[in-house]
């Protein structure tokens, strides 16, 4: 199984853009850890299972155990309201701790809050931040359905400093990491010289390319760590042998809640009926760590560009672990390099929900290329058709995970397409569709 494992692997990192770090373990045995591709490109420094990466959203399944921690300790309640930790927080007291851990409190994402998004390369103090997310209107009320949503871990990061009296940092290093065995985990501040750690790439019309500066600070308890895959296997471990939190909280953290589409949301992590998982992406960086249900597996992905196809590379290892077929990923055929007419599907696409998702489609040259804005940035790829049938069509990018299914109207023209985006799915109505009519 190594051996399939390893195969897989060095193809993706050979046609699927992978860099980074893997450690997949089957009942407690470690069956590969590994380095793949470059973490430093500029000075030939290859990528080992003990380099450093930004792991982004994973970092929120600890900031959902340290909650737990608390509430085992008796110092808060799941089911607190909100203005009970901060008074002066604009519905406060229709919002509880339980709707953000959930995703569930209505309060906008943080990645759509240009005032908040523009200090990327400074960030801000945790009271600022969360102020700044109290002036927000609500989306929804709480409770109503899930949208995910940074801003409910920034918030609960600003609760834990309130209620144990430590740094958000600080009471990680001393509650958390120790008692899994952890020993480079951290929150990563920028100005600090951190061994072993990987620099970032994201892909420009040049190629690959030194990924965007990003300050994580403002990502505070929602996306600020660091990490390895081998302190993130001791991690699931941990949780396993109830090292760190009881196994009551672990179940709690591990209940399917709400749900979004054919997935279920816990506290921090997303669930499936035999397996939870969660994705983190940032410039220049994406992670995932997935784990089954039995306790029979667990797949630490962590990757030093952001635009690899985890989700795909993931899915690819789960199926060799599970003795299912799988496809391993190959140089681009002379049939999807073919120049096609794409001039049905130009156009800008937009979500009627949330108007800040808009795709634009346009052919240069004949190659279909799709273009929209990821944490303000804007990425650009060039799409591949998967599927054409009468009255739809699908495409798919190599370099990101991104799949699109455009739908044709009696005309035989396009007039809406469902994006899916790493983990994330949007429904958006080319522009002459706007207003509705038959394609409704």
């Known amino acids: 199984m190594k051996k399939s494992l390893d195969n897989y692997l060095k193809k993706f990192s050979q046609y699927g853009h992978f860099s980074g770090s893997v450690l997949v373990s089957i009942k407690d045995c470690i069956v590969l850890c590994k ?19 930004r792991i982004a959203s994973v970092t929120k399944q600890f900031t959902s155990a340290a909650v737990l921690c608390l509430q085992e300790q008796g110092a808060l309640s799941v089911s607190d ?8 927080f604009p519905n406060g007291d229709r919002i509880t701790l339980h709707h953000l851990l959930t995703n569930t409190s209505g309060i906008p994402d943080i990645v759509d809050v240009p005032s908040i998004m523009k200090s990327i390369r400074t960030g801000i103090p945790a009271e600022m931040l969360v102020d700044k997310l109290g002036r927000q209107l609500l989306e929804f009320e709480p409770g ?20 144990s009296g430590l740094s958000y940092e600080n009471y990680l290093n001393k509650n958390l990491f120790p008692k ?14 951190l061994k072993h750690r990987a620099s970032g790439y ?26 390895t895959v081998e302190d993130l296997y001791k991690w699931n471990k941990a949780l396993d042998e109830e090292t760190v939190i009881s196994k009551k909280s672990v179940e709690d953290m591990l209940t399917p809640y709400v749900s979004d589409e ?12 035999n397996s939870a998982f969660h994705n983190g992406i940032t410039y220049g960086f994406k992670s995932k760590v997935w784990r089954s249900f039995n306790g029979r597996a667990v797949i630490v992905v962590l990757a030093n560009n952001d635009f690899v196809a985890i989700d ?16 391993s990923p190959k140089a681009p055929g002379i049939q999807m390099i073919l120049k096609k007419n794409h001039g049905i599907l130009v156009g800008t696409y937009k979500n009627r929900d949330f108007t800040h998702e808009v795709f634009s489609i346009s052919n240069e040259k004949g190659r279909l290329i799709i273009s929209y804005y990821n944490y303000l940035k804007r990425v650009r790829a060039e799409v591949f058709p998967e599927k054409i049938l ?29 994006f899916k985006v790493d983990c994330d799915e949007f429904e958006a109505w080319k522009d002459k569709g706007q207003e509705g009519g038959e394609h409704d």
């Open 35 to 53: 380095g793949y591709g470059m973490a430093d490109y500029e000075h030939d420094v290859h990528n080992t299972p003990s380099t450093v990466f």
């Open 81 to 88: 309201p909100l203005k009970k930790y901060i008074p002066d």
């Open 144 to 163: 109503d359905r899930f949208r995910y949503s940074n801003s409910g871990y920034i918030i609960l990061g600003l609760i834990i400093e309130k209620v």
């Open 180 to 193: 899994a065995g952890m020993t480079n985990t951290g929150f990563d501040h920028a100005e600090r010289v």
């Open 202 to 227: 994201s892909l420009s019309e040049d190629g690959v390319s030194n990924a965007d500066f990003f300050d994580m600070s403002l990502f505070f308890a929602c996306g600020c760590l660091y990490s």
């Open 262 to 273: 054919a997935l279920h949301y816990g506290y921090g992590w997303y669930l499936t009926e």
């Open 312 to 327: 795909t590379l993931v899915n690819g290892l789960v199926a060799i672990l599970s003795g299912e077929e799988y496809t």
């Open 390 to 418: 009468p009255d739809e069509e699908h495409y798919f990018a190599m370099d990101l995970d991104l799949k699109i299914c455009f739908f044709k109207d009696k005309w035989g023209e396009p007039y809406r397409a469902v």
